[in-house]
């Protein structure tokens, strides 16, 4: 149980495009939901805490504009990397929270090269 | 002021042997929970084991052991009889409430596990 699953799983992009990445818990409902960034060999780093029908709660220094997050159902949320520049590039996860402790439980994580 | 601490950057190991790896953490908050996730090369992140605040006992999974201790405010994770497939990258996190009601998980940077043959 509590599977978490993300995609896509990889993705290259050109400068300016946008890119959206799917965050589904597969067995469980979640009503939150949150957004890490890790770049190489560092730590994750909280983006943003999506609550199911309500605006995400973005993190100190993380553009709402730029990284649209929507909660639209208890198993599904996105998020949307607008007009993605170079510095964008990173590896993307994302976390459901469930279980008896309020677990979090990651997907897979989104590779993201932008050109 | 970080509040999550891993001092052990990397740590190589014999098969079969026991590991400890360490985790201090800091908070004010009475109330919070540890957690420890493994992340392999894959990059996913696998939920290991957790131990509440309140809870008497130390947490145990399997090989997973949790030494808990409250006054040094340190939640080490141990692995017993290690196996190859335990080499990755191992990351404690707290949890913690926000001021906007949320809970969040602040993690550590991580100890990289490599076990030898």
């Known amino acids: 149980g509590a599977v978490v699953s993300q995609h896509p799983s990889r993705v290259i992009c050109k400068s300016g495009t946008s890119v959206k990445i799917e965050c589904r818990s597969l067995?469980?409902?979640?009503?939150?939901m949150f957004w890490y960034r890790q770049f190489p060999k560092k730590s994750l780093m909280l983006m943003a805490t999506s609550n199911e029908g309500s605006k995400a709660t973005y993190e100190q220094g993380v553009e709402k504009d730029k990284f649209l997050i929507n909660h639209a159902s208890l198993t599904l949320s996105t998020l949307t990397v607008t007009s993605a520049h170079p510095e964008d590039s990173s590896f993307y996860i994302c976390?459901?929270?469930?279980?008896?402790?309020?677990?979090?439980?990651f997907g897979p994580g989104t590779r993201l090269t932008v050109l | 002021a970080q509040k999550i601490t891993q001092t052990q950057p990397g740590m190589f190991v014999q098969e079969k042997e026991a590991v400890t790896l360490d985790c201090t953490y800091d908070?004010?908050?009475?109330?919070?929970?540890l957690f420890w996730y493994k992340q392999p090369s894959s990059g996913e992140m696998i939920f290991l084991i957790y131990?509440?605040?309140?809870?008497?006992q130390n947490a145990t999974e399997g090989r997973y052991s949790l030494n808990f201790q409250k006054a040094r405010k340190s939640a080490n994770l141990v692995i017993s009889a290690s196996q190859l497939g335990d080499s990755a990258m191992y990351f404690c996190a707290m949890r913690e409430s926000t001021n906007f009601g949320n809970e969040k998980l602040t993690f550590g940077t991580g100890t990289r596990l490599t076990i030898i043959p």
């Open positions: 131990q509440g605040s309140y809870d008497q």
């Open positions: 067995d469980f409902q979640a009503t939150t």
């Open positions: 976390s459901a929270r469930g279980g008896q402790w309020g677990t979090q439980y």
């Open positions: 908070t004010s908050d009475p109330s919070y929970g």
